[in-house]
């Protein structure tokens, strides 16, 4: 199986890609819509892009791309702590507390704040595209007193040592990857990671009027759906003009959504089921 | 005045901040983080950090680190179009589509898809940390046949000719900014680019219940408060803890606003008032 992701290799996007599909054959793309296109071009079989993700992506690019471009249906989530490391060349592990200049995405360096503000107040941050094109320049300098902070499989991509382990400044930072295809089929992963099902939806009103959001939400409380997540985004149609991305805590059923979905239409609401799928906790 | 923004000079921070406080000093920040700390430890009148940008930051550091670490108040918004160009060192200007690389922010060259693949399709991409790193890049090199893609702002600091104006895909593509003090007292901005006030809530429920966000706004509703923008975040206190970010369209007033504020304490639901500010489109 061919599962296309954002790169370059060893991100945390790979991460994710190697942790929920270790044998499958792997290929990174530069950017999130050159990824989305080729699965709708049907070079590989699924895709898997950040949903939320401060480092690589934003929810943003990619949620626009599916929305306005390619709407594949997604089939799958991915959810990932961010665990960020501090990495040597070897030859520095044992004197590393005497590195002079810090590799990372400005991202990373932020989210390791306090911990870079406590041990290496005086090294320099060096800002690059990614935690792990930070890493491969560590590793290709073994004679310079450099660290990189990126993740375990950029420390395993380029050999570097980790001196100090989850230096990110909060446990519970989490990246959410979502996993798109042509069709809408799941892809058959029998996995002990498999948490639970969602389904999103994509509502846009239909104008800007006080309580309009609040009369959607109505459609779902009454019928006891549990919703995890709600979005509102700017539609590029103009100032001011809304859409929301909801997220249901619950498989489409025959029902309880479709009731909620037909009720949101007879109040001239548009909506989009993006996809109906399980979700996976690593 | 002082205003410190997040760096490097020429991005599209750069750009708001120079638009709105075209007389003050302005002092680049390496990252989000260290805005806000010069902001509390009174370094600068204010801050400028992105609040909703896909090139420089996210909504997700800005809010997070305002949440966690420094409550800051949040004293005035600034909107603005995402306009990219194509830029070349002046000696290319008039043979721009024989360039052979394309210097810019992934998410740049994302936002110009479309224009790229119609008009510079066999063009290599290279990622830089920023467009303004990209356009200085370009700019240091005139021998070479390159471009760079980033705002009118770095064309200028660097000596780029613009070669063709708006490439990006959308038109409606915005960035928001905030502006934060160390006291809630708003900066005297005598602007035509004013456009409105606005209120923004951080509201944790108290656990996570169907129907409970329905219930939150509806005391929002039946006051007919227009709100503007929902995000639901994850806390950081554990998978499955939210807390919602609500932006009203208007002033604190002495009744609505506290109003619905007391009824969603009754609730148990814990509010936290983050500004009430004008906001200006540029």
Redesign the interface.
């Known amino acids: 199986m061919k599962i296309g992701y954002l790169g370059p290799k060893a991100t945390f996007t790979d991460l994710a890609v190697t942790t929920m599909f270790p044998r499958a054959e792997k290929i990174p793309y530069?950017?999130?819509?050159e990824c989305i296109d080729a699965v709708s071009n049907e070079e590989i079989d699924a895709g898997v892009v950040p949903l939320?993700n401060?480092l690589e992506?934003?929810v943003?690019?990619t949620l626009?791309?599916l929305i306005?471009e390619q709407l594949l249906p997604i089939v799958g989530e991915i959810?990932a702590p961010i665990q960020q490391h501090l990495m040597v060349h070897p030859y520095h592990a044992h004197h590393w507390t005497e590195v002079k200049e810090i590799y990372s995405h400005?991202?990373a360096?932020?989210q390791c704040?306090k911990f870079l503000h406590a041990n290496l107040k005086k090294a320099k941050?060096v800002?690059?595209?990614s935690t792990s094109a930070a890493a491969k320049f560590v590793s290709e300098r073994p004679h310079l007193p450099i660290a990189a902070i990126a993740n375990r499989l950029a420390a395993e991509e380029y050999g570097l040592t980790i001196v100090q382990e989850n230096i990110h400044d909060?446990?519970?930072?989490?990246t959410r990857f979502i996993i798109v295809r042509k069709q809408n089929e799941p892809l058959k992963i029998d996995s002990p990671l498999y948490a639970g099902d969602k389904t999103t939806l994509m509502v846009m009103l239909p104008k800007?009027?006080?309580?309009a959001?609040?009369?959607v939400?109505?459609a779902?409380?009454?019928r006891?759906?549990?919703?995890?997540?709600?979005?509102?985004r700017?539609?590029?149609?103009?100032?001011?003009n809304?859409f929301?991305i909801i997220d249901i805590d619950q498989k489409m059923d025959e029902v309880l959504i479709p009731g909620a979905i037909a009720e949101l239409e007879a109040l001239d609401c548009t909506v989009q089921v993006l996809g109906s799928y399980p979700y996976y906790?690593i």
Chains 1, 2 share one sequence.
């Not at 530069?30 to 819509?33: L, R, S, V």
């Not at 909060?170 to 989490?174: G, L, P, R, T, V």
């Not at 800007?208 to 309580?211: A, K, R, T």
């Not at 700017?234 to 001011?240: E, N, R, S, Y």
């Open positions: 530069h950017t999130i819509p939320e401060a992506g934003s943003n690019l626009d791309y306005h959810i400005s991202h360096i932020a704040h941050h800002y690059m595209t909060y446990d519970y930072n989490h800007d009027q006080p309580g959001l609040h009369q939400l109505s779902f409380a009454w006891k759906l549990n919703l995890t997540k709600i979005e509102s700017p539609a590029k149609t103009g100032l001011g809304y929301f906790i």
